[in-house]
T-cell receptor, first 117, second 112 residues
Framework: DAGITQSPRHKVTETGTPVTLRCHQT?????MYWYRQDPGHGLRLIHY???????DKGEVSDGYSVSRSKTEDFLLTLESATSSQTSVYFC????????????????FGPGTRLTVL | AQKITQTQPGMFVQEKEAVTLDCTYD???????LFWYKQPSSGEMIFLIY??????QNATEGRYSLNFQKARKSANLVISASQLGDSAMYFC?????????FGAGTTVTVRA
């Protein structure tokens, strides 16, 4: 199994409070991702990183920010949580394909269940 | 964003039978990858199989095979000899620029 941990695994917070989720990897992979999973939507990309201090937005980035100061850690911050951000959040990692094939699979962390009251 | 469509919200299959999960995608890029992931009730995301857009042969991994029809832009997953442990949500995803775009998923329930 890929070495990916997420913390916390569960969190309940109130509307308007800041929240930071942490993703930690031991695989030294270049690419890291944050997704949210909601019923009927599958997984949707929030932000991703292609190196230390190199990040970019995904399709649902509004209300979220990220930081990556070390290869192994990728943080997702909700500056002021809203009820619409209640979701399950997954971190994933990936590495550049070797030889043929443009893509390697992404390996996922166990997820964080966030509830915003 | 790239669009992935899984038209079957839920399916039932008898144990030991095969099941086909549909996936269609929409892209104008010539280079992409297609993935299937399994999510059991415990919640983790498990990678099953990958097909590159330039691969000539359909991918296979044990009981999983990917029926790739490039002209039709479809990438159906076939699970042979279904087992009770195959009961899960299955997601099709398309990779582009080192990102993944997911479909909404199909829930498979295997009956004994």
């Amino acid at each position: 199994d890929a070495g990916i941990t997420q913390s916390p695994r569960h969190k309940v917070t109130e509307t308007g409070t800041p929240v930071t989720l942490r993703c930690h990897q031991t695989e030294n992979h270049r690419y890291m991702y944050w997704y949210r999973q909601d019923p009927g939507h599958g997984l949707r990309l929030i932000h991703y990183s292609y190196g230390v201090k190199d990040t970019d937005k995904g399709e649902v980035s509004d209300g979220y920010s990220v930081s990556r100061s070390k290869t192994e850690d990728f943080l997702l911050t909700l500056e002021s949580a809203t009820s619409s951000q209640t979701s399950v959040y997954f971190c994933a990692i990936s590495e550049r394909a070797e030889g043929g094939g443009p893509y390697n699979e992404q390996f996922f962390g166990p997820g964080t269940r966030l509830t915003v009251l | 964003a790239q669009k992935i469509t899984q038209t079957q919200p839920g399916m039932f299959v008898q144990e030991k039978e095969a099941v086909t999960l549909d996936c269609t995608y929409d892209t104008s890029d010539p280079s992409y990858g297609l993935f299937w992931y399994k999510q059991p009730s415990s919640g983790e995301m498990i990678f099953l199989i990958y097909q590159g857009s330039y691969d000539q042969q359909n991918a296979t991994e044990g009981r999983y095979s990917l029926n790739f029809q490039k002209a039709r832009k479809s990438a159906n997953l076939v699970i042979s000899a279904s087992q009770l442990g195959d009961s899960a949500m299955y997601f099709c995803a398309m990779g582009y620029d080192y990102k993944l775009s997911f479909g909404a998923g199909t829930t498979v329930t295997v009956r004994a």
